[in-house]
């Protein structure tokens, strides 16, 4: 599975300075492609839950794009740079024992969530993955919530909204929740994002209400639109950023 993605460009300009929906980035299909490598351990014998594994992939992401070593001068800058210039591709791999020890032994971060654990790496071109990275399996990252996951907690929680009639597994999912996340993120004002950093980029993952996502997904938020390499079908709305300050514009 690779999670290749197309985004919409909205009318009026981003307010993050860093936002690809910026005009001058509207050939970015003729940039250098590069991609987001994401990594989750699944152990045999203890996968982490599903809801879990979606909402540490999107943290992963938000945690990257604001590593020291993404911004400015950092030794990730100029590959995170290329990356958002282009499509903002994303791979969800899996590892687990010696796999997993050897992919932290690369430059990236790890992120935890309840039980689940991302490891999320600076971008590589499309056709330059490490060997460590490019051996691990893109299929078989399909999780369940062994208990009823509960609602979202408080109407200050960003959430990501899954479309309800996308069947898609857990590692596709990971990277559109990643994908949603780093919309909302373009979107906000450096003071929002400031906010948002230090919560610790709390957030939720949750699969709308097929009465809600009609209204959610026309709501002039922050859509997720698939490219449709895999699994579905091209230009399918897969998630929502709900995020409290980009609610509270519209």
């Excluded at 430059?107 to 309840?114: D, K, L, N």
């Excluded at 559109?176 to 919560?199: I, P, Y």
């Amino acid at each position: 599975m690779s999670s290749q993605h197309a985004h919409h460009v909205p009318d009026a300009p981003a307010v993050g300075a860093d936002s690809p929906f910026r005009r001058e980035h509207a050939a970015r299909d003729e940039a250098p492609q590069f991609v987001l490598p994401l990594v989750v351990r699944i152990e045999k014998t203890e996968p982490p839950a599903r809801t879990d594994a979606l909402e540490t992939a999107a943290r992963a992401v938000l945690v990257l794009l604001t590593d020291e070593r993404a911004r400015d001068e950092g030794a990730w800058a100029q590959a995170v740079h290329a990356w958002q210039d282009a499509r903002i591709r994303k791979v969800v791999r899996r590892a687990r024992g010696a796999e997993w020890r050897k992919a932290g032994e690369l430059p990236g971060v790890t992120v935890t969530g309840e039980a689940a654990q991302v490891r999320v790496f600076p971008p590589v071109p499309l056709d330059g993955w490490p060997k460590e990275l490019a051996k691990l399996q893109v299929s078989g990252t399909d999780l369940d919530d062994p208990e009823p996951v509960a609602a979202p907690d408080g109407a200050d929680l960003p959430v990501l909204w899954l479309n309800p009639d996308l069947g898609m597994s857990a590692g596709k999912a990971m990277a559109q929740a990643g994908h949603a996340a780093q919309l909302a993120w373009w979107e906000l004002s450096a003071r929002e994002r400031a906010v948002w950093q230090d919560s610790g980029f709390r957030l939720a993952v949750r699969t709308a209400a097929r009465e809600r996502w009609a209204e959610l997904s026309g709501s002039g938020l922050p859509v997720v639109r698939d490219a449709g390499f895999t699994e579905i079908a091209p230009g399918s709305c897969t998630v929502v950023a709900d995020h409290p300050a980009l609610r509270s514009r519209l």
